[in-house]
C-alpha cells in the first residue's frame, strides 16, 4: 500500500526555519519524482517544490525561490523540504505528493498525496 506520511510541522516565527520530512513506503520510492504541495484556509493547493527521481533536477516556485530546498534520500525513501526565512504567508498545510509527471517550470500531475503537516508561521 503506497503510504507518504509528512512530519517537521509546526509554529515558528517570521524569520524562523523548519524542515519538513516524508517518509514514502509501498513503492519504489526512487521511481518517481515528487514534491511538495500546501494549501492555505480558502485557498487553493499551490504547488511549492519538485524534484526528479535522482534529486539531479528541483524546481521551485517563485514564492520560495532561495528561501526553500527540496532534497531527497532514496536510501531512506524520504523527501525532504528545508524552509528558511519563513514568512506568515507560508502559512498553510503541506503536503508531499508523488509525482505522475513533471511539467515545464516544475508543476506537476499527482496520484498519491501524505495527510499533511501543518505549517504556522506568526509572532
Known amino acids: 500500500q503506497v503510504q507518504l506520511v509528512e512530519s517537521g510541522g509546526g509554529l515558528v516565527q517570521p524569520g524562523g526555519s523548519l524542515r519538513l520530512s516524508c517518509a514514502a513506503s509501498?513503492?519504489?520510492?526512487?521511481?518517481?519524482?515528487m514534491s511538495w504541495v500546501r494549501q492555505a484556509p480558502g485557498k487553493g493547493p499551490e504547488w511549492v517544490s519538485a524534484?526528479?527521481?535522482?534529486?539531479?533536477?528541483?524546481y521551485y516556485a517563485d514564492s520560495v525561490k532561495g528561501r526553500f530546498t527540496i532534497s531527497r534520500d532514496n536510501a531512506k525513501n524520504t523527501l525532504y523540504l528545508q524552509m528558511n526565512s519563513l514568512k506568515p504567508e507560508d502559512t498553510a498545510l503541506y503536503y508531499c505528493?508523488?509525482?505522475?509527471?513533471?511539467?515545464?517550470?516544475?508543476?506537476?500531475?499527482?496520484?498519491?498525496w501524505g495527510q499533511g503537516t501543518q505549517v504556522t508561521v506568526s509572532s
Open positions: 524534484i526528479s527521481t535522482g534529486g539531479g533536477s528541483t
Open positions: 509501498g513503492f519504489t520510492f526512487s521511481s518517481y519524482d
Open positions: 505528493a508523488r509525482n505522475i509527471i513533471i511539467r515545464v517550470g516544475g508543476e506537476g500531475e499527482y496520484d498519491y
